[in-house]
């Protein structure tokens, strides 16, 4: 657990750190832990592995790599099916998704070695999912009755916890659809982009014990009796509750609500019960948790929160992919020196802006903010390992352009294998 | 911003573009943003650029993830506004955590004199119903919270000069400031629907500027943009669109197009290092062309943004740009950035 085990990482000149303002402070510390890499190549070409999970919180680039895995999954010969949350406009135009249709759709051009593998893209459309949900389950005489409900609109349509349970009504549906292993053998997922990953694990319960709890049965109790009659079942605290309600929001109200919870309580009979299916199939061996964060510290902060409840809930935990990390091109030539040489060769001629030694400046200016990015970025990320020293990691470097194309994918899902070599 | 000068740098007061900001009518600045582009460091910026020359100004998080505490440094914040930083010029930033719980409560007393309530509501889980499942209601409570706070009243004046929240992201921020509208949508009569039209009154009038802050990248533009529309469909005043972390111009457009055309010249800047005793890495021919590449990724990143920019023009909102710090934000990053936005027509 050296420095020099690390020359896998050619993105962190080894000989910049400690020349830094840390350095007094790092020489009284114990040695920063170096994380094992992460053999994403591995994973994928795994037939054990049935379900990747891409998490992390927003913005951090859980698309494009879910999207890229899923690619070459399907170049290493897998049958794939990639349930996208929001994919950018260009990216999913790529992949042959113009319409959120909730359907998997063959991308085209995409077969592995002797035309084995395949890939199917889905863009995730929470309000179409739930209206199935609705369509499916409900008594045929009530579909409709749901559907026009006004709560059930607000309900199914805004963001916070509905989606993340419908990405996991979806993810449930594709498990069940693949058990045969006919229609595919993998199913890669993006997760919502929630400010914490965590809301992907605790929507669905959240929603589904709401569901189950008492408050439910006061909603549901009927609008007139929503004081006395539940009071007089569940005892004087409910009776104040009631009460309460009423004051609050008003009979007429009520009444739209308890209709609402009604009609969704007979739809949910075994609303639980799906969630914690969908929750167990998590916890099974063939899931693989790919905790996605850029090298900032709030996603850090973030992934190490996702990483601990991972663990807690003994879930499958593959490993941490850092994401848009800054690659240093020339570890040779540390910060310091190029601003030094850039000032000297700015001394030099300071009067004509387009003379050879201003570019060659600028060049040494630019290498200079790469290298205290790249400094920054791998301060960050040891002290992520030092507390999770058993957390694979892999790397996938910054791109100087977005990445819309399939040959795009490739090259960040190439550059994430690699980096374990 | 216009696309005459890609690539030079631009003065600094022409940051703004061909709309120049001017929110000195507005006392609630609501920052939005999507994810991972900075959203809580700038609502904290412009909380310390709002309060500098001595005014009180507060910063006011709504998503329950102590991120104020985080960019200020400080032990989590309790729930209560308390002083967080001061401003140039004898100013003061109070921050407050809304927990929508103590909203909740806060807002059951306030408006239906009920005092004891609470631990019956959450015994049966509707504390627990309005504040984490039902988004809509706790998205009520917390732009209900927001609004008394700016109509609060100290002796004669307002309490707050300016009131700043770091709100949702911008894919949730006009859902977000119309719960309310909603609210009374849905509740037709009665003190909800009194509470919900005051609430609407106030984020729909011009004291109130909701500011995106984005990247110069595709899906944060995209969403930008998106959010302007939301944002317009239900009436809510934009502010300005905050462009953080931009690469620095460091090339000239001459330097630029010769990157472009045939690559930088590295015979050139192998004398130029020599010239100033890096013999090393001039005689490495890697390190030569990892310089090389380093600039080509430059210039292609700059190209992008510039196209990035372009989308954002012409939308007639200012645009105000903060440059990458390579070391990372601590506190006193925020108040360098405190005066950027200063110096481009904020407070």
């Known amino acids: 657990m050296t420095d020099e085990s690390r020359t896998s990482s050619p993105t962190v000149g080894r000989r910049l750190r400690g020349a830094g303002p840390d350095e007094q402070t790092r020489t009284h510390l114990p040695r920063p832990h170096t994380a094992p890499l992460l053999d994403i190549d591995q994973v994928i070409s ?270 499958p935990l593959t490993g941490l992919v850092l994401n848009r990390v800054t690659r240093v091109n020339v570890e040779d030539l540390s910060a310091e020196q190029a601003v030094v040489a850039a000032e000297r060769l700015d001394a030099t001629d300071s009067d004509d802006p387009e003379s050879s030694s201003r570019m060659s400046a600028a060049m040494l200016r630019l290498h200079a903010d790469r290298v205290r990015s790249s400094q920054r970025q791998h301060h960050l990320a040891e002290r992520f390992t030092s507390a999770h020293p058993q957390v694979p990691m892999g790397e996938i470097p910054a791109l100087a352009d977005d990445v819309h194309d399939l040959d795009g994918l490739r090259k960040v899902a190439g550059m994430l294998a690699d980096h374990s070599r | 911003m216009s696309d005459t000068a890609p690539g030079s740098t631009p003065p600094p007061d022409a940051h703004g573009g061909a709309t120049e900001a001017d929110w000195s009518s507005v006392r609630l600045h609501i920052v939005s943003g999507k994810g991972g582009t900075g959203k809580t460091t700038m609502a904290a910026a412009l909380a310390i650029a709002l309060a500098t020359g001595g005014r009180k100004v507060l910063l006011v998080e709504v998503e329950g993830r102590q991120g104020l505490a985080q960019v200020f440094n400080t032990p989590p914040l309790e729930y209560g506004e308390h002083r967080i930083a001061g401003a140039p010029g004898g100013g003061n930033v109070f921050a407050l955590s809304v927990e929508p719980e103590a909203a909740m409560l806060e807002y059951l007393e306030l408006f239906y004199n009920i005092k004891r309530g609470g631990a019956a509501l959450r015994r049966v889980g509707a504390v627990d119903f309005a504040t984490t499942i039902a988004p809509g209601l706790r998205d009520v409570l917390l732009t209900g919270k927001v609004g008394e706070s700016v109509r609060r009243k100290e002796g004669r004046g307002f309490l707050w000069d300016a009131v700043v929240v770091d709100a949702p992201p911008t894919g949730r921020i006009a859902r977000f400031l119309t719960a309310n509208s909603e609210a009374s949508d849905l509740a037709r009569v009665g003190p909800i629907k009194n509470q919900a039209t005051l609430v609407m009154g106030v984020l729909r009038s011009e004291q109130t500027a909701v500011h995106l802050v984005t990247l110069l990248e595709e899906m944060p533009v995209q969403e930008t943009v998106d959010g302007m529309a939301d944002l317009a469909a239900n009436q809510l005043p934009m502010g300005g669109i905050i462009v953080n972390m931009t690469r620095p111009h460091l090339l000239s457009d001459t330097q630029m197009a010769t990157v472009r055309t045939d690559g930088p010249d590295l015979d050139k800047l192998a004398d130029d290092l020599r010239s100033v005793g890096l013999e090393s890495t001039a005689d490495n021919s890697a390190a030569l062309d990892g310089l090389g590449v380093e600039a080509s990724d430059h210039v292609t990143r700059v190209d992008m943004e510039r196209d990035e920019r372009k989308r954002l023009s012409g939308h007639d909102v200012p645009l105000l740009e903060i440059p990458q710090l390579p070391e990372g934000i601590d506190v006193a990053a925020l108040y360098g950035i405190a005066e950027l936005l200063r110096e481009q027509g904020v407070a």
């Not at chain 1, 899923?70 to 897998?78: D, I, N, S, V, Y």
């Open chain 1, 46 to 315: 795994d037939p054990g592995t049935r379900i990747l999970l891409c998490c992390g919180s927003g913005g951090v680039g859980k698309t494009t790599t879910a999207a890229a895995l899923a690619l070459r999954a399907a170049e290493h010969g897998r049958k794939v099916v990639v349930l996208t949350i929001d994919p950018a406009r260009r990216l999913a135009q790529s992949m042959g998704l113009v319409e959120l249709d909730n359907t998997p759709r063959p991308v085209p051009g995409v077969t592995g070695p002797d035309g084995e593998g395949s890939l199917d893209a889905m863009m995730l459309d929470m309000k179409r999912t739930f209206d199935e949900l609705v369509e499916r389950h409900a008594e045929p005489g009530r579909v409709q009755q749901i559907l026009d409900n006004p709560f059930y609109q607000s309900l199914s349509t805004s963001l916070a916890g509905t989606q993340e349970y419908m990405a996991m009504e979806k993810l449930g549906q594709l498990a069940q659809e693949s058990q045969d292993g006919e229609n595919w053998d993998l199913i890669v997922v993006d997760t919502p982009p929630s400010r914490s990953a965590l809301d992907f694990l605790d929507a669905p319960n959240r929603l589904g014990s709401f569901l189950d709890g008492r408050f439910v049965k006061i909603l549901s109790a009927p609008a007139r009796g929503a004081g006395r009659g539940v009071g007089r079942i569940f005892g004087a605290g409910f009776s104040l509750v009631g009460g309460m309600m009423n004051k609050i929001l008003g009979t007429q109200m009520i009444g739209e609500v308890s209709t609402f919870v009604t009609a969704l309580d007979s739809i949910f009979g075994g609303f639980r019960n799906r969630a914690e299916q969908t929750y167990a199939l998590l916890q099974e061996e063939g899931t693989a948790f790919l905790v996605i964060a850029a090298p900032e510290p709030d996603a850090l902060r973030e992934a190490a929160y996702f990483v601990d409840r991972l663990q807690a809930e003994r879930m």
